[in-house]
């Protein structure tokens, strides 16, 4: 079986290539794909960049200014003081008058996942009380996921939970569109390729649930950043990036996400159509780096987790494997460390793709 596996691995990959060698990487991976009014890309981060630090969301918004960024995401709900209206208008506050756009989040909302997280009440509550929150900050969205890459070896695989999210995302859907607050739903730690995302948004809702596209988050599910980006960025409303490498192992294959710059990822063709296909939507830096991470997809109980793996989106991964040099772990929870590679990718951003509104 195994051989027969790898035969057929190297025959999908051999007629994907062929399929996809006239057209460029960057070229649309479907309809949805029309580009839109190119806008200039303002430059934020995810405040799990520097997690180690504890920083609670005013010193965040402060260090967002410090370093001119336009905008923040806020990504869990226990960045605050507490929830309260008084307080949250005081951030709003602040945050207008540092020039600082603040996109709100959460993690996990659905309630069938092993990444739910249980302590903001059901998933209809959590998702109102960040509703509540994002509306009284001037958020124009609350980012949210459904969970991990474990949610794919349950049983049901990935679209049980894809139905009991969208289930819960249709119970708020009139409190989301009364905020006017979309739902942002990222593709998250190996959970959604970018075709099962768009699949749960548009049968949510694409009037009130949009995507937050992850970058690095691609590579955890055998897709290159930029097909990822193809088939996500039309839905795009919120953002987490940050660079990858992937290299061949004896098992498959294995990624190591690093700061923008440093790793595989053309970020001017890359930085270009994130332009095209998401206007407006702020790129947030969420720079994770410091472990590695397997894919052993030369053993056949790998594929039971991805059985609607589509040809060019694997391609993709590969060539990038095909590409790549192994990269060293280090210290990912390490505060100066974390500060470094945010600071590091602030500056290439800044420098050499010319992101920000702010010069």
Known sequence: MKTDRRLFLKSTAIAAAAAIAAPPLFAAANPESTIRQRQPIPLGFDNFSIRAHNWKAERLIRFAAEKELDSILLSDLDVYENHEEKYLAGLKQIANDLGVKVHAGTGGICPTA???IKKW????????LGIRVAKTLGSPVFRCYLGGASERTTPGGIEAHIEETVKVLKSIESQAVDANVKIAVENHAGDMQGHELVTLIEAAGKHFVGATIDSGNATWTLESPASNLEVVGPYAVSSGIR???????????????????????????????????CPGVPFQLEIISGFNRSFNYHDDAFWNAYPNVKARDYESFLRMARAGKPVPKDKSNDADYQM???LKSINFCKQELKLGLKK
Do not use: I, P
């Open 243 to 277: 660079d990858s490498t992937v290299w061949e192992t004896e098992q498959g294959a294995a990624v190591a996400w690093n700061a923008v710059g440093e790793g595989q990822v053309d970020w001017k063709l890359y930085a270009k159509r994130f332009g095209e296909l």
């Open 114 to 116: 092993k990444r739910f």
């Open 340 to 342: 470094n590679e945010l």
């Open 121 to 128: 009440g059901t998933a209809k509550e959590h998702l109102e």
